[in-house]
């Protein structure tokens, strides 16, 4: 079992800055890729991006590729979420979610079976 809770949201203007952290419980940290996800209103969730469970590899939507970095500490077993020049469109609530570490990072339909609450992300334009 792992408990995934995530914090960081808020309100921001376009062109903003927020860093999104996520702090999992367990001592398995070790043993899964981490994704971000999101679902803004009336919309489906979408994947935003993954680290696999050492760090040494990302991934991104093409959608925040170059806005948004991805990292992990395994000392502190927190993902984090630095996400840059926001736009309106990045309002959404963000999920963090962990994945057995036997899937590529690329596969982010897959294998996510542990899902924190979420936090709300609002850009003003």
């Known amino acids: 079992q792992v408990q995934l809770v995530e914090s960081g949201g808020g309100l921001v203007q376009a062109g903003g800055s927020l860093r999104l952290s996520c702090a999992a419980s367990?001592?398995?940290?070790?043993?899964?890729?981490m994704g971000w996800f999101r679902q803004a209103p009336g919309k489906e969730r979408e994947f935003v991006a993954s680290?696999?469970?050492?760090?040494?590899?990302?991934y991104y939507a093409a959608s925040v590729k170059g806005r948004f970095t991805i990292s992990r500490d395994s000392a502190k077993n927190t993902v984090y979420l630095q996400m840059n020049s926001l736009k309106p469109e990045d309002t959404a609530v963000y999920c963090c979610?962990?994945?057995?570490?036997?899937?590529?990072?690329?596969?982010?339909?897959?294998?996510?079976?542990?899902w924190g609450q979420g936090t709300q992300v609002t850009v003003s334009s």
């Open positions: 367990g001592r398995t940290f070790s043993t899964y890729n």
């Open positions: 680290v696999n469970w050492s760090g040494g590899s990302t």
């Open positions: 979610a962990a994945q057995l570490k036997y899937y590529s990072i690329s596969d982010y339909l897959k294998g996510y079976d542990y």
